[in-house]
């Protein structure tokens, strides 16, 4: 069973401050990895894909991948309350007719 | 700019009725999915198209039926809806290159009484 895994939260963080967001996920030869914002009642938005190891940066986006330690992380610079919502890791495993794998997702706090 | 819709925001059907959800793309993407989410369970497959007229089952497809009959549409249904089928219903559609990336619609939140 593929598996993709995310700290429930609630991620509390204070306006300005870096909020950190990890997942892990379980296939070995996953090709493609993403993360979706979705506000409370609204569908998931794309917001940052990643592909190789290292770093990708996007605005005050960071995304980070590490696949020896089957790892992706988001990283908020600057937080924004406006950026309180629940954020979706998800993970394309190789073969997949395109088939994501979701965790459940992280609800991130940001506090005025 | 990436475009998916679906036909209703808010749906409110009985137990026993037919009910159809439609989804809209107009990325010309070969790929198109239904998921239904519920707090904590988080999203869920329920069918998948690859190509026009083709299905697949996804995770939970019990209770469900879908139909493509063009690349741009495609519809999902409840053939006797539930009141355990209340939930919000979600369309995506990619392309099928190697990348994944899905495009979501604004979703339709499915009341059954």
């Known amino acids: 069973q593929k598996e993709v895994e995310q700290n429930s939260g609630p991620l509390s963080v204070p306006e300005g401050a870096i909020a950190s967001l990890n997942c892990t996920y379980s296939d070995r030869v996953s090709q493609s990895f993403f993360w979706y914002r979705q506000y409370s009642g609204k569908s998931p938005e794309l917001i940052m894909s990643?592909?190789?190891?290292g770093d990708k940066e996007d605005g005050r986006f960071t995304a980070q991948l590490n696949k020896a330690s089957q790892y992706v992380s988001l990283l908020i610079r600057d937080s924004q309350p406006s950026d309180s919502a629940t954020y979706l890791c998800?993970?394309?495993?190789?073969?997949?007719?395109?088939?994501?794998?979701f965790g459940k997702g992280t609800k991130l706090s940001v506090k005025p | 700019d990436v475009k998916v819709t679906q036909s209703s925001r808010y749906l409110v059907k009985r137990t026993g009725e037919k009910v159809f959800l439609e989804c809209v793309q107009d990325?010309?993407?070969?790929?198109m999915f239904w998921y239904r989410q519920d707090p904590g369970l988080g999203l869920r497959l329920i069918y998948f198209s690859y190509d026009v007229k083709m299905k697949e089952k996804g995770d939970i497809p019990e209770g469900y039926s879908v139909s493509r009959e063009k690349k741009e549409r495609f519809s999902l249904i409840l053939e006797s809806a539930s009141t355990n089928q209340t939930s919000m219903y979600l369309c995506a559609s990619s392309t099928d290159d190697i990348s994944g990336e899905q495009y979501f619609g604004p979703g339709t939140r499915l009341t059954v009484t």
């Open positions: 998800a993970v394309n495993p190789g073969g997949s007719q395109g088939n994501l794998i």
């Open positions: 990643i592909y190789s190891n």
């Open positions: 990325m010309d993407h070969e790929n």
